[in-house]
Every structure is written in C-alpha cells, then in structure tokens.
C-alpha cells in the first residue's frame, strides 16, 4: 500500500501544479479553456479517486480555496486530510487561543468564545446607526454585538450538503429590513435577530445557482419595506437580489417557542444576475457617494468593474479595469475621492 500512496501523491502535487499553472496564465490572460481545465468539481473527483473516503469534502475545498486565492500560497498534501504542519507546539496553542477571541480594539477584547476551535470569522459588519457590529463565522454562527457587549448569538444552524457543512462566506444587514444577511455556497440565509425569548427565526433561500462568495446591501432604496442585496459568486456572476416584507411572513405556531427556519425558494424572488468576470468574484460593495456598485476579480482582464447598478439588468457595457493577476480587495475613501484596490 505504501507505493501505492506514494505515487498517489505523486499524481496529486502533478495536479495541483496543472492546476497552478492554468490559473496562472488564466489571470494573465493567457489561457484558453477547455475541457482539460481543472475547476473544482475535477480536482475534487481526481483527488477522491488517488485518496478514496479518507479525505473530507470540506478539507478538499478550503485546500482547493486557499490555492484559488493565492496561488504562491505554501501547501502541504496533509492538508486535503485535515492535518496541518505548525512551527512549534507553542505557536499552535496561541493560535487556537486566539481563534477564540473576538478583538474590538487594540486595548479592549471580548472574551466571550464568539467562535470555537477550527473555525474562524469570514464577515464583521458594522452597523453605526443601530451602535452593534454583525460578525458571521466561516462555520454558521451568526452574532451580533452592541456596544462592546455580546447581545445575543443566533443558533448555529448547519446546512448539509454531501453531508458536510457548508461555509459561511459573508455577511450584512438589511437597513430597511433590519434583518441580517448571510451567504453561504448555495443558500441565503436572513435571520430576523429582533425575535423575541428564546425564538430566534432565520429564512432561508435556497438552493442557488452557483457558489456564493460575498454579500454586500445596496443603500440606496427609500422604501421601508424592501431592500437590495447584491452577491458574487464562482462562475463570475453578480447577482441582484430583491427582498421585501412580504418574502418573510412568518408563520408562527402556537405553543412553540424553539427557533423558526423557513425554507424559500429562489424562485418567487426578483433576482437578476450578469456575468462580469471570467474567475471567482471575491468581493462585490455599494459606494452609495458614486451611485455605483463595485465588484472584483482575480481575473486579469476583467480585475474591476465599477458602474451604475442598472447595468445589471440592461446589459449595456461596463466600465472596467484590467490588473495583472486581478483585484482581490478594494475600497473607496469619500474624503479623497479614490478608489484603493488591493491585488
């Protein structure tokens, strides 16, 4: 069995270097898909195949990830098992600490377990008017803070697909709403956190077309009861999603005082979506001073586009940017007028 697995792994770094190789020239522009480029699904069932049920989906995915998102990033075919190779003993143990703490400031900590052992924060919102802060962890709990103290957490809800969880990818909240909004790979999850005792309710969208990456809400609707979110997803989509009051009438049941999920179906919502990269849309945000949305990309030609959000829907071309390697980060300062971004 030894030789057996040692060539496995030698079929394995071979993938993951054609893998490196294609999303290199890929961002440079350079690369021509067909049907030997390797996406996910691929390197999934290749990496299945060397290693049999041994190896997790979720481990799968966040190796695949953390190449997608940084291609020079140092890896270790460990971790496809879930094992990782740390400095020293003492390193590790301060980094689970860490994990587990949720920094306000520089001089001032919760220490309140926001998040457990191998889990970690992928969204923190801050929400001036209402004096609270939303944070979403990669693994399903959503959390909100007010005025440094924890308020309440909502339950952890899994969503189970292939039976494993799936990842929290980011988060926000509904201003007219006032709902928080999270996104996972396939769902959108609304959790209304004003429920009252014990009863926490949280509506879920689902099953989405394509692997949600980010979440952001459009400020610019006036009407009290609907909001605008906008999300990015795998394929290079940015989705336009409009929600009301009337999506989530919830029904309640008399003398139940658990928390209330309600599945909904994409369909009876107005969503439109454009295609507007060629990879992975790593983040989308509304800059409400320009009237405009932004969305960005590892994709070297099409790295940023930032327009009116009308073009989501009419189609008419777009005002973009081209990076070397593309944007992973972006983020507009009123005061000076410019738009940082970050590759």
């Known amino acids: 069995e030894v030789p057996d697995f040692k060539n496995a792994l030698k079929q394995f770094q071979k993938l993951v270097e054609k893998m490196v190789t294609q999303k290199t020239k890929k961002r440079l522009g350079l690369y021509i898909e067909d049907d030997d480029e390797i996406d996910y699904d691929k390197f999934y069932t290749t990496t299945q195949t060397l290693f049999g049920p041994d190896v997790k989906d979720h481990n799968v995915k966040a190796f695949f990830r953390k190449i997608s998102n940084n291609l020079d990033?140092?890896?270790?075919w460990c971790e496809i098992f879930g094992y990782f190779i740390g400095e020293s003993d003492a390193m590790s143990s301060q980094l689970k600490e860490e994990n587990m703490v949720f920094l306000v400031s520089e001089k001032q900590q919760i220490s309140h377990a926001v998040v457990k052992r191998q889990d970690v924060i992928m969204g923190i919102v801050k929400v001036p008017h209402l004096d609270f802060t939303v944070t979403?962890?990669?693994?399903?709990?959503?959390?909100?803070?007010?005025?440094q103290r924890l308020?309440?957490?909502c339950r952890v809800y899994p969503f189970y697909f292939h039976q494993d969880t799936a990842w929290i990818t980011g988060c926000d909240f509904l201003p007219q709403l006032k709902y928080v909004v999270a996104v996972t790979e396939r769902t959108v999850i609304v959790w209304d956190?004003?429920?009252?005792?014990?009863?926490?309710?949280?509506?879920?969208?689902?099953?989405?077309e394509n692997g949600l990456l980010c979440v952001c809400t459009v400020t610019m609707s006036d009407h009290l009861a609907?909001?605008?979110?906008?999300?990015?997803?795998?394929?290079?989509?940015?989705h336009l999603l409009t929600v009301t009051s009337d999506h989530?009438?919830?029904k309640q049941c008399k003398g139940k005082k658990e928390s209330q999920l309600q599945v909904l179906d994409p369909k009876t919502f107005n969503i439109v979506k454009r295609k507007l990269h060629d990879d992975w849309v790593v983040k989308v945000k509304y800059i409400s001073d320009l009237n405009c949305f932004g969305s960005c990309s590892s994709d070297s030609i099409h790295s940023f586009v930032l327009d009116d959000i009308k073009r989501l829907e009419d189609h008419l071309p777009v005002?973009?940017?081209?990076?070397?390697?593309?944007v992973n980060a972006f983020t507009y300062c009123g005061k000076a007028k410019v738009i940082?971004?970050?590759g």
């Open 226 to 238: 609907k909001d605008n979110i906008l999300m990015g997803d795998d394929k290079g989509y940015v």
């Open 151 to 153: 308020l309440r957490p």
């Open 248 to 250: 989530f009438g919830l």
């Open 136 to 147: 979403a962890s990669q693994k399903g709990v959503l959390t909100i803070f007010n005025n």
């Open 340 to 342: 940082v971004t970050g």
């Open 319 to 326: 005002k973009e940017f081209s990076v070397p390697r593309g």
């Open 73 to 76: 990033a140092r890896t270790e």
């Open 193 to 208: 956190y004003k429920s009252k005792g014990s009863q926490s309710n949280c509506f879920i969208i689902k099953p989405m």
